[in-house]
């Protein structure tokens, strides 16, 4: 039904930057919201930011400013740079879209796969 790419996870040093993008396909009749959760072993998936279809965001409140999410509404996608990098935010980071299918009234969620995100030096 919907499909989730996300890419531009990896390795970096402490202080350097990394972005994310986050494709969605599929039977996709409109998109409520997109956003980005992270996961670090042991941890709870936590909120890392979101955005809404009329360009809303929030952001968790580790974030402080050091990232920036953002959309292109017209390709599905959600991007997110992320800047000032520490290594506690190493984790695996999810995509996560709300969506409206063809043919059907209520909103869906769904996740991608993850993608890694490591920051050491």
């Known amino acids: 039904q919907v499909q989730l790419v996300e890419s531009g996870g990896g390795l970096v040093q402490p202080g350097g930057s990394l972005s994310l993008s986050c494709v969605a396909s599929g039977s996709i009749f409109s998109i409520n919201a997109m956003a980005w959760y992270r996961q670090a072993p042991g941890n709870q998936r936590e909120l890392v930011a979101a955005?809404?279809?009329?360009?809303?965001?929030n952001y968790g409140d580790f974030v402080k400013g050091r990232f920036t999410i953002s959309a292109d509404n017209a390709k599905n996608t959600v991007y997110l740079q992320m800047n000032s990098l520490k290594p506690e935010d190493t984790a695996v980071y999810y995509c996560?879209?709300?969506?409206?299918?063809?043919?059907?009234?209520?909103?869906?969620?769904?996740w991608g796969q993850g993608t890694q995100v490591t920051v050491s030096s």
């Open positions: 955005i809404t279809s009329g360009g809303s965001t």
């Open positions: 996560n879209v709300d969506v409206v299918l063809r043919g059907y009234f209520l909103s869906r969620s769904y």
